[in-house]
């Protein structure tokens, strides 16, 4: 089953650092774009990250130099390092990535993680 797990949200101090994982079916992973978003309450999903099967990464302009988005082929896992933690980062955190579906393509969401950063 296709399917996208994220993990190691969690509370830290302004600051401080986290790196959060998502574990991808590798129907998932192989050969596609991985993509970081986050959703603070009343704000809209914004792209936080993407990384592409060949290690091209981008990044928004407010995590730039901070967060780094790697992916691990053997694993078939993307993460998110987190650094210099600011209280605007906290949010809850998903994994997305669009793979095809037989003729068409389809959007696949992690349940999310919620990052919270305390000033």
């Known amino acids: 089953q296709a399917q996208l797990v994220e993990s190691g949200g969690g509370l830290v101090q302004a600051g401080g650092s986290l790196r959060l994982s998502c574990a991808a079916s590798r129907s998932l992973f192989s050969t596609n774009v991985m993509r970081w978003y986050r959703q603070a309450p009343g704000n809209q999903r914004e792209l936080v990250a993407a990384i592409t099967s060949d290690g091209s990464t981008d990044y928004a302009d407010s995590v730039k130099g901070r967060f780094t988005i790697s992916r691990d082929h053997a694993n078939n896992t993307v993460y998110l390092q987190m650094n210099s933690l600011k209280p605007e980062d906290t949010a809850v955190y998903y994994c997305?990535?669009?793979?095809?579906?037989?003729?068409?393509?389809?959007?696949?969401w992690g349940q999310g993680t919620q990052v919270t950063v305390s000033s």
């Open positions: 997305n990535t669009l793979a095809q579906v037989g003729t068409g393509f389809a959007n696949y």
